[in-house]
């Protein structure tokens, strides 16, 4: 059973923070790894995507991937309300099937 | 990015009746396309994979007569969820890939209240 597990907070950070996300998987065979941003009733929205170990970084967001830890985070610097959400980690294979953690809902209070 | 199209957005239907909700991919021809289902506070559990041209692969334990998909086309895919009972509302969501990213990009979601 692929697993992905979240924890699932609330985090609540403020105003120009940086928030820490975080995940790991259970399928070692996992070869993609995805952060979602979700608003309450809407549907998922990518923020990155990540496939190789170390970081990578796009704008105030930056995900580090460590395939022997099996672990994945997702760092957001200068947090700001707007980026209040449920963040959504994914892990996938070669055949597109993603699965998903429960979320980590972040607070960013201003 | 891929824009994927989902219809309709909310639709409040008597319990035994059938709800068909329509998925389609606006810029790109989606070859798969995948349906997924989140109840409240919950993740998103893929339901079934869709492919253009062939039956639907289902996630153990989602009842393939009761969810029908249809994939007759490269931007349309359907769900119709038949029978309804109060308990498959939830929130229903599609997605696609495009390109060889394994992005998926999401529909904005069909949320069903079973009354």
């Known amino acids: 059973q692929k697993e992905v597990e979240q924890n699932s907070g609330p985090l609540s950070v403020p105003e120009g923070a940086i928030a820490s996300l975080n995940c790991t998987y259970s399928d070692r065979g996992s070869q993609s790894f995805f952060w979602y941003r979700q608003y309450s009733g809407k549907s998922p929205e990518l923020i990155m995507f990540?496939?190789?170990?170390g970081d990578k970084e796009d704008g105030r967001f930056t995900a580090q991937l460590n395939k022997a830890s099996q672990y994945v985070s997702l760092l957001i610097r200068d947090s700001q309300p707007s980026d209040s959400a449920t963040y959504l980690c994914a892990a996938g294979g070669s055949n597109y099937k993603l699965t998903f953690g429960k979320g980590t809902l972040l607070t960013v209070n201003p | 990015g891929a824009v994927v199209s989902q219809h309709p957005s909310w639709v409040i239907c008597k319990s035994g009746t059938s709800v068909k909700i329509e998925c389609r991919s606006l810029?790109?021809?989606?070859?798969?396309m995948f349906w997924y289902r989140q109840f409240p506070k919950q993740s998103l559990m893929l339901m079934a994979t869709?492919?253009?041209?062939?039956?639907?692969?289902?996630e153990q334990g989602v009842e393939k007569d009761k969810f029908l998909i249809n994939h007759a086309s490269l931007t349309l895919s359907t769900l119709t969820v038949t029978s309804a009972h109060p308990e498959d509302s939830s929130f229903y969501i599609c997605s696609s890939t495009s390109g060889n990213t394994g992005e998926l990009f999401f529909g904005e979601g069909s949320r069903l209240t079973v009354l």
């Open positions: 869709s492919n253009e041209g062939s039956k639907a692969t289902y």
């Open positions: 810029d790109f021809q989606a070859t798969t």
């Open positions: 990540i496939y190789s170990n």
